[in-house]
């Protein structure tokens, strides 16, 4: 059992009815974590504002209990002595609590002793998400009582259960104060975990103070904009919920770059869209319309490159930008990075034996040969060792590996093989990565050139609530909607023409925006209605793709999981 770690920002930005706490008291012998043991545990388990679980045990410890310890909570020796060990108590409540937040009255001392705890039997630090109803009721109550110890906010509040210093009646008082300050909480819009954070911290920062420029965000996806004094767009982002992504930028982000945007930022607006698409691909838009200086991503589509093969007389691959409208028959993209290309049509010349020179051959094919013919990587075209006819047979194998890439992929694999066998694992993984990042960028030149040529299309998807309709035309958004009930092929279609857009013949769409349509499309709940041109995608060497593809996916997840696990131990090691 590993030690419950911090939720991300995603999961603070929960509504507060549907997120999971548990509440938790301590009983100790002392108030010194390090000198001192944990002799019960109490946990409530909240949802929704019901009690979902409760967990309670006493711990045994090696020293006697000191008499005001006793005197205090009612605690005995003789209660601890047949009382399970730290080692067999702790894995348990740490399965009890699993990721929820944890919230004490006053949580430093509770999850001081935690941590000690945590640190003795697993080695590892504990890092838990909090809240503290303590802070939460300073904030919220002022002056309204005369101090705040748990034992004053229950009879405020008028709880059934007074605190009695036993562990699990304290967290069953605390439940009771909590649900109440979260109704006081309501009062100053908290409606999120991320909410109650930013009410439990100090209101002087310059970030925490400017939150007013959202009050009146909505629970809605849509496009937000940072705008500057000179009504410039500084930053342009998207949200599933509006108000939970931009209270985001108020809270406990310490990120300078946050800072300085919140800093410049004399307004923010925000438009919302019927579905998190839409808001995808306006954001992608406006990005590449308006520039915003705060904006990285996306800012320069033109980054995606092509590999065209040349026309002259001894072809060669090429590497090109992106262009969305050229024909994919000698061309393959589009790639992520000029970077990424460049391996590609390296490979591919290690591969067939394609020459990757830059300069143009005289047909007097009087060139001085470089080492790429002393070690056979190449024909050598430029010095005349091969004419024409004789270096055809490698344009006609790169030319039909951009097509059917059965053999392309074929080759690479064996390379990888025998470099792994003959244990050169660097170059065995990089002739692997280069195997993978082909598969992919064949994979999304395939769907980008099929939606690309199929007119106007309409899909939809059929959901548990009614059904997500998509109208696009030549590989561009035209519309995206979300029904309440199910709609039949011909209500769908009434949609889409409904939904038209005059202008969207002149919308020439990014790379990134057509892969967004495709993703959308390759879901297997959805299906195509029409389609002005018909949709076909490509299947040549569909098989040896398709298990590449699933191959370099595995991967990635593993190394995913690979460097989460990392992160998590150079977190808890901190």
Same mark, same amino acid.
């Given at each position: 059992m590993r030690?419950?770690t $911090?939720?991300?920002?995603?999961?603070r930005g929960?509504p507060l009815f549907d997120a999971?706490?548990v +509440?938790?008291?301590l009983?100790?012998s002392?108030l010194?974590?390090?000198?001192s043991?944990?002799?019960?545990?109490?946990a409530?388990?909240?949802?929704?504002?019901?009690?979902?679980?409760e &967990?309670?045990s006493?711990?045994?410890?090696?020293?006697?209990?000191p008499?005001?310890?006793?005197?205090?909570?009612?605690i005995t020796?003789?209660m601890?002595a047949?009382?399970?060990?730290?080692?067999?108590v702790?894995p348990? &409540?740490?399965?009890?609590?699993?990721t929820h937040?944890?919230?004490? %009255?006053?949580v430093?001392?509770?999850?001081? &002793?935690?941590r000690?705890?945590?640190?003795r039997?697993?080695?590892?630090?504990?890092?838990?998400?909090?809240?503290?109803?303590?802070?939460?009721?300073?904030?919220?109550?002022?002056d309204?009582?005369?101090?705040?110890?748990l034992s004053t906010l229950?009879q405020?509040?008028q709880?059934?259960?007074?605190?009695d210093h036993?562990a699990l009646t304290?967290?069953?008082?605390t439940?009771?104060? &909590?649900h109440?300050?979260?109704e006081?909480?309501?009062?100053?819009?908290?409606?999120?975990v991320d909410d109650?954070h930013?009410?439990?911290?100090s209101?002087?920062?310059?970030?925490a103070?400017?939150?007013?420029l959202?009050?009146?965000a909505p629970n809605?996806?849509g496009?937000?904009?940072?705008i500057?004094?000179n009504d410039?767009t500084?930053?342009?982002?998207k949200a599933?919920?509006l108000?939970?992504?931009l209270s985001?930028y108020?809270g406990a982000d310490n990120?300078?770059?946050v800072?300085?945007?919140?800093?410049d930022?004399k307004?923010?607006?925000w438009?919302?869209?019927?579905t998190?698409l839409?808001?995808?691909?306006c954001e992608?838009?406006a990005?590449?319309?308006?520039?915003?200086?705060?904006?990285?991503?996306?800012r320069r589509?033109?980054r995606?490159?092509d590999v +065209?093969l040349t026309?002259?007389a001894f072809?060669?691959l090429k590497?090109?930008?992106h262009?969305p %409208?050229?024909?994919t028959t000698?061309?393959?993209g589009?790639f992520?990075? %000029?970077?990424?290309?460049t391996r590609?049509?390296?490979?591919v010349a290690?591969?067939?034996g394609?020459r990757?020179?830059?300069m143009?051959?005289?047909?007097? $094919?009087n060139h001085?040969?470089?080492i790429r013919k002393?070690?056979n990587?190449?024909?050598a075209?430029c010095?005349?060792t091969?004419d024409?006819?004789?270096?055809?047979?490698?344009v006609?194998?790169?030319s039909?590996s951009?097509?059917d890439?059965?053999?392309?992929?074929?080759?690479?694999?064996?390379s990888?093989t025998?470099r792994?066998n003959?244990?050169r694992?660097e170059e065995a993984?990089?002739?692997?990565?280069?195997? %993978?990042?082909l598969?992919?960028?064949l994979h999304?030149a395939r769907?980008?050139?099929a939606?690309?040529?199929?007119?106007?299309? +309409?899909a939809?998807?059929h959901t548990?609530q009614?059904?997500?309709?998509l109208?696009?035309r030549n590989?561009?958004?035209v519309?995206?909607?979300?029904?309440?009930h199910?709609l039949?092929?011909?209500?769908a279609?009434?949609?889409?023409w409904a939904?038209?857009v005059?202008? $969207?013949?002149?919308?020439v769409p990014?790379a990134e925006?057509?892969?967004l349509l495709a993703?959308?499309?390759?879901?297997t709940?959805?299906r195509?209605?029409?389609s002005?041109n018909?949709?076909a995608?490509?299947?040549?060497?569909?098989?040896?793709?398709h298990a590449?593809?699933?191959?370099?996916? $595995?991967?990635?997840?593993?190394?995913q999981q690979?460097?989460?696990?990392a992160?998590f131990?150079?977190?808890t090691?901190r």
């Open positions: 030690p419950v $911090q939720l991300s920002l995603d999961d929960i999971t706490f +509440v938790v008291d009983e100790t002392g010194d974590p390090q000198a043991s944990i002799t019960e545990i109490g409530v388990k909240i949802c929704g504002g019901e009690v979902v679980g &967990f309670a006493f711990i045994r410890i090696e020293t006697p209990l008499a005001r310890i006793t005197a205090i909570t009612g020796d003789a601890l047949s009382a399970p060990p730290l080692e067999s702790l348990q &409540f740490l399965s009890f609590a699993s937040p944890l919230i004490a %009255h006053n430093p001392f509770d999850v001081g &002793f935690l000690a705890a945590v640190s039997v697993y080695g590892e630090t504990f890092a838990p998400q909090t809240l503290d109803t303590l802070r939460l009721a300073r904030r919220l109550l002022g309204e009582v005369r101090n705040f110890r229950a405020r509040f709880s059934p259960i007074a605190p036993r304290d967290a069953r008082a439940v009771h104060v &909590f109440a300050l979260v006081r909480a309501a009062g100053f819009g908290a409606t999120t109650l930013a009410l439990t911290r209101s002087s920062t310059p970030q103070r400017r939150k007013s959202i009050a009146d809605t996806a496009v937000y904009r940072f500057g004094p410039e500084l930053y342009v982002g599933t919920d108000r939970q992504r985001s108020f990120r300078r770059r800072a300085a945007l919140v800093r930022t307004t923010i607006r438009d919302i869209t019927d998190v839409e808001a995808e691909v992608l838009r990005i590449a319309v308006e520039q915003p200086r705060y904006n990285v991503r996306h589509p033109e995606h490159v +065209v026309t002259e072809p060669r590497i090109v930008t262009d %409208h050229a024909n000698d061309r393959l589009p992520a990075s %000029h970077r990424q290309a590609f049509v390296e490979t290690d591969v067939t394609l990757d020179c830059t143009p051959i005289r047909r007097a $094919q001085p040969a470089c002393d070690v990587k190449c024909p075209p010095d005349g091969v024409i006819a004789g270096y055809l047979p490698s006609l194998a790169a039909t951009l097509a890439p059965t053999g392309l992929l074929a080759s690479l694999r064996d990888m025998v792994a003959t244990h694992f993984t990089t002739v692997r990565d280069t195997l %993978h990042q598969a992919f960028a999304r769907q980008l050139s939606l690309r040529v199929a007119g106007t299309l +309409v939809l998807r548990t009614g059904c997500d309709t109208s696009c590989g561009a958004f519309a995206a909607k979300t029904h309440r199910r039949s092929d011909t209500e279609l009434t949609w889409a939904a038209e005059t202008d $969207q013949a002149t919308v990014t925006e057509t892969m993703a959308w499309l390759n879901d709940t959805t195509i209605v029409s002005s018909g949709f995608v490509a299947c040549r060497g569909g098989q040896a793709l590449t593809l699933i191959e370099g996916r $595995q991967l990635r997840r593993q190394q690979a460097l989460r696990q992160d131990s150079a977190a090691n």
